[in-house]
């Protein structure tokens, strides 16, 4: 391969790891980190620090640290996810619990945590 062809891959890569579609080329994501990055990342970004355009200043935008609006156990966060906060119309009612529950064990993960052992 040429120069320009490797760097139009390299970008390519880049670029498509950024998306929140491109799972085919990372099938190793796990379905919480998929739907995060579908349904929550416009919000709170990527990395869930809430450093996004439209939220950037919001203290509860970023699930990163410890300031919860509605605290940070699986019940209060599923009662988020199911009920929307700051009024904003809510487009994850639709979820099962399966998916809102990997949703919030990949935010754990964000945050560094060791998602709990729930009993199957």
């Given at each position: 391969m040429n120069r320009n062809t490797l760097r139009a891959v390299a970008t390519a890569a880049a670029a498509c790891s950024i998306?929140?579609?491109?799972n085919q080329l990372f099938p190793h994501r796990s379905e919480g980190e998929k739907l995060w990055r579908k349904r929550c990342?416009?919000?709170?970004?990527?990395?869930?620090?809430?450093?996004?355009?439209?939220?950037?200043?919001?203290p509860y935008a970023d699930l990163?640290?410890?300031?919860?609006?509605?605290?940070?156990?699986?019940?209060?966060?599923?009662?988020?996810?199911?009920?929307?906060?700051?009024?904003?119309?809510?487009?994850?009612k639709q979820l099962s619990d399966?998916?809102?529950?990997?949703?919030?064990?990949?935010?754990?993960?964000?945050r560094g945590e060791t998602p709990p052992t729930v009993p199957k």
């Open positions: 998306l929140a579609g491109c990342a416009d919000c709170h970004g990527l990395n869930g620090a809430g450093n996004t355009v439209q939220y950037m200043g919001n990163t640290d410890n300031n919860w609006r509605n605290g940070g156990d699986r019940i209060s966060l599923m009662s988020s996810i199911r009920g929307g906060v700051f009024m904003h119309p809510n487009e994850l399966a998916e809102a529950l990997a949703i919030i064990d990949y935010l754990r993960e964000l």
